[in-house]
């Protein structure tokens, strides 16, 4: 289970090189709301942003979890930064939705 895990981890960082990422200027920066804060402060900090839109609605809720716990963000953070992706960064309903796992 282990190795599976790693070997998704890598397959799935491999993978990241290749998705289009959100450059910086895709991102709003006189936006001051808490989700834009938490967006440019955590995600950032750590990985390039990568293009919400481009993963299907249960990829990105995976993704999402995974990253929060990882990013050590309190709920109500966790609450914020997923309003402001999908008001500002994803697509209604998923329309441009790709699924990334396997």
Not at 31 to 60: L, M, N, Q, R
Not at 83 to 101: A, D, F, K, Q
Request: hydrophobic fraction near 35%; glycine fraction near 4%; aromatic fraction near 6%.
């Amino acid at each position: 289970m282990l190795i599976r895990l790693v070997l998704l981890v890598l397959i799935e960082t491999a993978l990241g090189g290749c998705a289009s990422p959100s450059q910086a200027k895709d991102v709003p920066p006189d936006d001051k709301s808490a989700g834009h804060t938490i967006y440019v402060a955590k995600c950032a900090k750590c990985h390039k942003f990568y293009d919400p839109a481009k993963y299907s609605e249960s990829d990105w809720e995976m993704w999402m979890a995974k990253m929060s716990r990882k990013a050590k963000l309190k709920p109500e953070q966790e609450t914020e930064l997923s309003r402001y992706i999908t008001e500002n960064l994803r697509t209604p309903h998923g329309t441009n939705s790709v699924s990334h796992s396997k």
